[in-house]
């Protein structure tokens, strides 16, 4: 069974938030590279918003700051999570369907 992309952001972020609690700097800095690497920045305001959070996040890390990026990055990933729960909901998918 594979994941699907949304799901793949989701471990991203449990990866990021990994690196924030054992306070490595690479690890956490590698996550948000693979974070920006993914946004679609043809979907204009959102986008360039989440890469400037991202990037205040790698210059925070630089300075390693972790509790502030992992409290940015556990509420994102709480966001992004309702988003995958939602779009997997059995009524969207039938929707889709049809």
Known sequence: MSMSPAQLVLKVYDYAILGCKLKD????SKAL???ISA?????GEISLGMFKLYQ????????????EVMEILSELRKTWLVVVKENQSPKKNMAKAL
Do not use: A, P
């Open 25 to 28: 700097s690479r690890k956490v």
């Open 56 to 67: 205040y996040c790698m210059d925070i890390v630089k300075k390693n700051q972790f509790d």
């Open 39 to 43: 946004l679609k920045f043809e979907h």
């Open 33 to 35: 590279i693979e974070l």
